[in-house]
T-cell receptor, first 113, second 115 residues
Framework: AQSVTQLGSHVSVSEGALVLLRCNYS??????LFWYVQYPNQGLQLLLKYTSAATLVKGINGFEAEFKKSETSFHLTKPSAHMSDAAEYFCAVRSNQGGKLIFGQGTELSVKP | GAGVSQSPSNKVTEKGKDVELRCDPISGHTALYWYRQSLGQGLEFLIYFQGNSAPDKSGLPSDRFSAERTGGSVSTLTIQRTQQEDSAVYLC?????????????FGPGTRLTVL
């Protein structure tokens, strides 16, 4: 069975500081991994995706993630946090049965001025 | 272009009533998914439609939940005899070609409150 674990339900950083949101996956097949962001009262917006090409994936808004097979991880980073980054972030793995997404529990990012 | 749209944006109903939630996917997208987002359970898959294939209903939590997709486009999620535990945000997503590992595009969701 495939699964995703996000370590830390809430992360708080200062504006300008490094953002690191952790995601570990479990999959018996090569995974396709996604990071989505959800702003209050909105749907999910794709930040970036890993589909077995480059292991370092760059996304929107300055975010990037690195796929590490040996660590079964796909952590999301951003060098310098901005107030507008405050949102909930979801890591997901694409199921090999029908393409549904299996989500982690989400990490709420707060950015302090 | 237009994204995925959902209606209503908010729905308040009384326990025991039936509700219908609507999803309009992006034009040309063959795959359509329903998810539920609730405080206790996070984001859960409910049902998946792909073209003319039989839907994957493996995520529906009970037989009170059903969904249909007419003409390969609009989808309706129906919850019969609503219960308080059905209160959640129901998200719809569409994808152009899941076999090509495309991402899913999400609508803004319908917030359902069962009193």
């Amino acid at each position: 069975a495939q699964s995703v674990t996000q370590l830390g339900s809430h992360v708080s950083v200062s504006e300008g500081a490094l953002v690191l949101l952790r995601c570990n996956y479990s999959s018996s097949v090569p995974p396709y991994l996604f990071w989505y962001v959800q702003y209050p009262n909105q749907g999910l917006q794709l930040l970036l995706k890993y589909t077995s090409a480059a292991t370092l994936v760059k996304g929107i808004n300055g975010f990037e993630a690195e796929f590490k097979k040996s660590e079964t991880s796909f952590h999301l980073t951003k060098p310098s946090a901005h107030m507008s980054d405050a949102a909930e972030y979801f890591c997901a793995v694409r199921s090999n049965q029908g393409g549904k997404l299996i989500f982690g529990q989400g990490t709420e990012l707060s950015v302090k001025p | 272009g237009a994204g995925v749209s959902q209606s209503p944006s908010n729905k308040v109903t009384e326990k025991g009533k039936d509700v219908e939630l609507r999803c309009d996917p992006i034009s040309g997208h063959t795959a359509l998914y329903w998810y539920r987002q609730s405080l206790g359970q996070g984001l859960e898959f409910l049902i998946y439609f792909q073209g003319n294939s039989a839907p994957d209903k493996s995520g529906l939590p009970s037989d009170r939940f059903s969904a249909e997709r007419t003409g390969g486009s609009v989808s309706t999620l129906t919850i019969q005899r609503t219960q308080q535990e059905d209160s959640a945000v129901y998200l719809c997503a569409s994808s152009p070609n899941p076999q090509a590992r495309n991402e899913q595009f999400f609508g803004p969701g319908t917030r359902l409150t069962v009193l």
